[in-house]
């Protein structure tokens, strides 16, 4: 396993992270709890130390789990996680202090510290954010004090899903440790200015999606389907598949001796930027956890292919609006039918 330095924090974090959203049991269906554990301590002993998890996934479940894997480790981990808004509508023109009040971040983060059994939280970050939320820094005041009480250790935000430009101001402003953004073989938009930023600044950053909520896998094709409730079934939806299908298949034609599956090309690619300080990968299996740390030798992709792969890049969203009336209907129509933890989470996939 190779090692990376996030950020101005001096944490030393594996390149390969482990994304915890899969096993918190809700969003992306079907994790069990036995194999989760099993894949979180094969991470643990294949040498990755960094986590990034949610109190929303699954209500503090990821956390759970993770914090559990923490407890039975010998070597040092690292977690992040990150603070919900209070309301998943958020939209432009909304105001920082409606969905991230003093209150509801002190909260949290004690409902996280407790959910992981730790006394400090390495790196608390805001599950969203907006660049016209620059103009109201009262959050940050909140987390550096709880920082000052030895809560949480760093300080970052997630981007929202494909802008990372959003985050540009605050990256330069040198507020903050570290920003969680969307970087793949397809949505490549955040190394044509973040990257910079962050490097020069001195802001960690972690990357996010490197398989395309699973279409870089390689394993959607236009017959897959997908869990009752899985939110895949709407970010797949209508004749998406297909076309990613198609896309992926583009890509085989670049496999060889640099990569030899279309998802060790999808991680290459994601681990290729400097800046980049850990590649979050999702992972449900201790199959998932070998392939994916098996990616951490130290190679990198050529400058060859790595033009190739520019060509590959493709604007769009999957998580537009298109789906979220379709989205929004059934949760209206079934939501007497589903636990509200589970009405939240559609909710916040649907903004997200």
């Known amino acids: 396993m190779q090692y990376r330095t996030l950020g101005r924090t001096g944490f ?8 915890a959203w899969g ?3 809700a969003g992306w269906i079907g994790a069990r709890d ?10 643990v002993d294949r040498g990755i130390n960094f986590f990034d998890t949610a109190l929303m996934y699954g209500e503090g479940h990821s956390e759970m789990l993770i914090g559990d894997a923490a407890q039975a480790s010998r070597e040092p981990i690292y977690v992040a996680t990150k603070i919900p808004p209070v309301s998943s509508s958020v939209r432009k023109g909304n105001r920082l202090r409606d969905f991230f009040p003093d209150d509801h971040l002190i909260s949290c983060t004690e409902r996280s510290l407790k959910s992981l059994r730790r006394e400090w939280i390495d790196l608390q970050q805001l599950h969203a954010w907006r660049d016209e939320w620059f103009e109201d820094l009262s959050w940050l005041d909140t987390l550096r004090k709880l920082k000052d009480q030895g809560k949480i250790r760093a300080i970052g935000v997630s981007l929202n899903n494909h802008d990372p430009d959003s985050g540009l101001r605050l990256v330069t402003s040198g507020l903050i440790d570290a920003v969680q953004v969307i970087y793949n073989i397809f949505d490549q938009s955040a190394a044509q200015r973040l990257f910079q930023a962050c490097d020069r600044h001195q802001v960690g950053v972690l990357v996010r999606c490197p398989f395309d909520e699973g279409g870089l896998t390689g394993q959607v094709t236009p017959t897959t389907t997908f869990p009752r409730w899985d939110f895949r ?27 030899r599956t279309v998802p060790e090309l999808a991680l290459r690619y994601c681990l290729a930027p400097a800046p980049v300080t850990t590649v979050l ?18 190679r990198r992709l050529s400058e060859a292919l790595l033009r190739e792969l520019a060509v590959h890049a493709w604007s769009r969203d999957y998580y537009a609006a298109d789906t979220t009336d379709v989205m929004g209907r059934l949760i209206q129509a079934t939501k007497q ?12 996939v649907i903004q997200k």
């Open 23 to 25: 096993i918190g049991g």
């Open 34 to 43: 036995d194999e989760s554990r099993a894949a979180l301590h094969e991470a």
């Open 337 to 348: 039918r589903l636990p509200r933890w589970m009405i939240t989470l559609l909710k916040r």
């Open 233 to 259: 079934n709407s970010y797949f939806g209508g004749n998406r598949k297909a076309e990613v299908s198609r896309r992926v298949q583009g890509l085989r034609s670049l496999l060889g001796s640099e990569a």
């Open 12 to 19: 030393r974090v594996s390149e390969i992270g482990f994304g």
């Open 281 to 298: 990968a999702g992972m449900r299996t201790v199959a998932h956890v070998r392939e994916n740390v098996a990616v951490s030798d130290g």
